[in-house]
């Protein structure tokens, strides 16, 4: 079965300055879908980024880019120049290809952006 | 993306009652899931909706604890029957338009069994 980890229950990071979420996850899959989702408080998930596992190519968008790993099955979010609507839940999510896109997803990291 | 609803917002029931959550997507998608996420937990896959038959169930997940429907492309159900505390939960479905496609979430349904 896949598993995913998040070993960071909680990070912080000042307004405007950068903060790296990790994520590590274990399959025998070759192809697969890697997602990170924001949940604010008012509990919507909400898609921060996705990389396929093919693509060398870490995926970017905006202020939020990926450092994917796949030797080292990781997969790392950063967010640059941090804001105070950064601050949520992060989920770290995996989904084998060729399946009904079900979701296996970490624990979470709290990120709190501080002024 | 998908935009999807889910009605109610939250609950509040009694023990032994059951409660039934809708999920609607503003257009088609190919699949529907329906995830819990208990207090301070991660999301958790219940079950996958199917069209027009049974959903399948992840292992811990029972149908008759929690029926699921799903008459067309657009719409579900989930009914969580014959509640304990234990359930208390918040209950999430998704959809997503192809196999391996990204899944857009619903707001969820915050529910409390007293």
């Known amino acids: 079965a896949q598993t995913v980890t998040q070993s960071q229950p909680e990070m912080s990071v000042q307004e405007a300055e950068t903060v790296t979420l990790s994520c590590t996850y274990d399959?025998?899959?070759?192809?697969?879908?890697l997602f990170w989702y924001k949940q604010p408080p008012s509990r919507q998930m909400i898609l921060v980024i996705r990389q396929e596992a093919y693509k060398q190519q870490n995926a970017t968008e905006n202020r939020f880019s990926v450092n994917f790993q796949k030797a080292a099955k990781s997969f790392s979010l950063k967010i640059s120049d941090s804001q105070l609507g950064d601050a949520a839940m992060y989920f770290c999510?995996?989904?084998?290809?060729?399946?009904?896109?079900?979701?296996?997803f970490g624990t979470g990291t709290r990120l709190q952006v501080t002024l | 993306s998908a935009v999807i609803s889910q009605k109610p917002s939250r609950d509040i029931c009694q023990r032994g009652t059951s409660l039934t959550i809708q999920c609607q997507v503003d257009?088609?998608?190919?699949?529907m899931f329906w995830y819990r996420q208990q207090p301070g937990q991660s999301l958790t896959l219940i079950a996958t909706?199917?069209?027009?038959?049974?959903?399948?169930?992840e292992s811990g997940f029972v149908i008759d604890k929690f029926p699921i429907s799903r008459p067309n492309l657009t719409f579900s159900t989930l009914t969580v029957s014959n509640m304990s505390p234990e359930d208390s939960s918040i209950y999430l479905c998704s959809g997503g338009r192809g196999l391996a496609d990204t899944q857009y979430f619903g707001p969820g349904t915050r529910l409390t069994v007293l």
């Open positions: 257009s088609q998608v190919t699949m």
């Open positions: 999510a995996y989904s084998p290809a060729g399946t009904a896109s079900k979701l296996t």
């Open positions: 909706a199917n069209q027009g038959s049974e959903a399948t169930y």
């Open positions: 399959t025998s899959e070759s192809d697969y879908y």
